[in-house]
């Protein structure tokens, strides 16, 4: 049973609630000591929980970050190629004259 805990844990993202619903099934045919490391798996998968959301929040902003860094290089690159194609017309003005 500890196994199958540890290994779906990282899949389940709120598993605190499960964890709190095995807990109440397992109180009743085990003895008192594993209570205490119920909670402290319980508690282990609430920081997880909140630290997957805060990294989704954090990717979410970076992902918008880096398209507006996208859309601005675009447009460095469009005024590079412009500023490129007018220099080149020019030079080819002044040798033809």
């Known amino acids: 049973m ?31 000591g594993i209570e205490s490391r119920l909670d402290a798996m319980e508690n282990a998968l609430e920081i997880q929980a909140t630290l997957n959301e ?4 954090q990717m979410k902003l970076i992902h918008a970050l880096m398209e507006k860094t996208h859309k601005r290089l675009q447009l460095v690159i469009i005024a590079l190629i412009a500023t490129g194609t007018v220099a080149a017309l020019a030079l080819a003005m002044v040798l033809m004259k």
């Open 2 to 32: 500890k196994q199958l805990i540890q290994k779906l844990g990282p899949l389940v993202l709120s598993g605190a609630a499960i964890v709190s619903n095995l807990r109440k099934g397992l109180m009743e045919s085990r003895p008192q």
């Open 54 to 57: 805060s990294t989704d929040v």
